[in-house]
């Protein structure tokens, strides 16, 4: 099995309270490898441990390492030195991000949280503080990205760590598109449901009763939908402009499902072809079809006006 040789390692460091948790989670949702408080001393251990089976795509995901005061026998000058030796013995592209605060606004956050410092579990936390930027200055030197969280809310650091350190290939959002039939329920992972029952149904026409949303007669009776051209075009434009905010906002997964009544016919034709246009734009939706191999049924389907009077 392959040993792991990340590209780009990332130190994240800082003082307590000015956002570690925040941007480790976040670089997690970017598709990062993220371990918190590892002592240095067995970085070379995690670089050499074997991938899983099935894994060796992951050898390329960058890695993320947060360290602290609090990380087991910290010291500045030693982690800074650790961290040249192994740039040059094993040449990897470490760097180094320093989340600093004011003062002042660690105090107003640990009094809010009601947390005590970790350095100063008995003390005053501006103690703690004090302490902790004391020993936290040699790494502060050295880092090569610095961000000062005083006046960033945690959500505008989420965007700042995001819009930052986005890897392509990597944490993008997953993108599904599937059909269904209303008549069985719909699913409960949708994020978005859109009804394609106001589209003429092909299973009121005998010859095409048989046949799903994937053939061509059938996508061509649909198509032929004095509604369907505006219809698309509209669903297209919707689609194109989320997917990209639910990306921004580091939303995994999105499902869309397209329901008709049977989710034979319309449902799956709409699929099929939202997929081939996101598909377009630079997405990788996957297609599944929930209910395509259900058999057809008249009773379950809404007979056209024409049909039902006459």
Same mark, same amino acid.
């Given at each position: ?39 240095? !001393? /067995? =970085? ?11 894994? %060796?795509?992951?050898?390329?995901? #960058? $890695? +993320? ?31 180094? !991000? /320093? =989340? ?11 009094? %809010?949280?009601?947390?005590?410092? #970790? $350095? +100063? ?46 890897? %392509? ?54 198509? %032929? ?86």
């Amino acid at each position: 099995m392959s040993k792991r040789r990340p590209k780009n390692i990332l130190l994240v460091t800082g003082m307590s309270g000015a956002g570690k948790s925040t941007v480790l989670r976040t670089l997690e949702d970017l598709g990062w490898e993220v371990v918190d408080n590892l002592p240095l !001393l /067995f =970085l070379n251990r995690l670089l050499d441990t074997p991938l899983p089976e099935g894994a %060796e795509g992951d050898d390329d995901r #960058p $890695l +993320a390492i947060g360290i602290g005061a609090r990380t087991r026998g910290f010291d500045g000058e030693s982690i800074v030195r650790r961290i040249k030796r192994l740039r040059e013995e094993h040449e990897h592209d470490i760097g180094m !991000l /320093f =989340l600093d605060c004011a003062g002042s606004e660690l105090e107003r956050r640990y009094s %809010e949280t009601r947390r005590r410092h #970790p $350095l +100063a579990q008995d003390r005053p936390a501006t103690d703690g503080i004090a302490r902790e930027r004391d020993l936290l200055n040699p790494l502060r030197r050295w880092a090569n990205r610095l961000v000062d969280t005083t006046s960033l809310s945690a959500n505008e650091l989420t965007q700042k760590i995001r819009s930052t350190f986005s890897v %392509e290939g990597i944490g993008q959002t997953t993108v599904s598109v599937m059909s269904f039939g209303f008549a069985r329920g719909v699913p409960r992972n949708a994020d978005l449901v859109l009804d394609m029952r106001f589209l003429r149904n092909p299973h009121w026409v005998p010859e095409l009763r048989p046949g799903t949303g994937r053939d061509a007669d059938v996508s061509a009776y649909i198509e %032929e939908d004095s509604a369907y051209a505006a219809a698309m075009e509209q669903i297209e434009s919707l689609l194109l402009l989320l997917l990209p905010r639910y990306q921004a906002e580091g939303k995994a997964y999105v499902t869309i499902g397209f329901g008709c009544t049977g989710g034979r016919h319309r449902s799956v034709h709409v699929a099929e072809r939202m997929a081939r246009r996101l598909r377009e734009e630079g997405f990788s939706p996957t297609v599944t079809h929930r209910d395509l191999q259900t058999a057809p049924q008249d009773s379950l389907e809404t007979q056209p006006a024409a049909q039902a009077t006459g």
